[in-house]
């Protein structure tokens, strides 16, 4: 059986440990206590880590044309 890991795979598992290690992060101190800049804070985390794993998932790759023109 051959499996093969492809830059793309690597690139989608890597934005979604970004989201698991923003969301643990904030959860962590959370429970420690924060106050209201600091949750603004870890809120605009996670919503950029999830932003970062959509555009990752929807973002068409480039084609072999462009990459010729460049």
Not at 33 to 47: D, E, F, H, K, P
């Amino acid at each position: 059986m051959s499996f093969e890991i492809t830059q793309k795979d690597l690139i989608e598992w890597g934005s979604a440990m970004l989201v698991f290690v923003s969301g643990a992060t904030t959860g962590h101190f959370a429970a420690t206590g924060m106050n209201t800049i600091q949750w603004m804070g870890a809120a605009v985390a996670v919503l950029g880590s999830v932003a970062v794993a959509v555009a990752v998932r929807v973002w068409p790759p480039k084609s072999a044309a462009v990459k010729a023109e460049d």
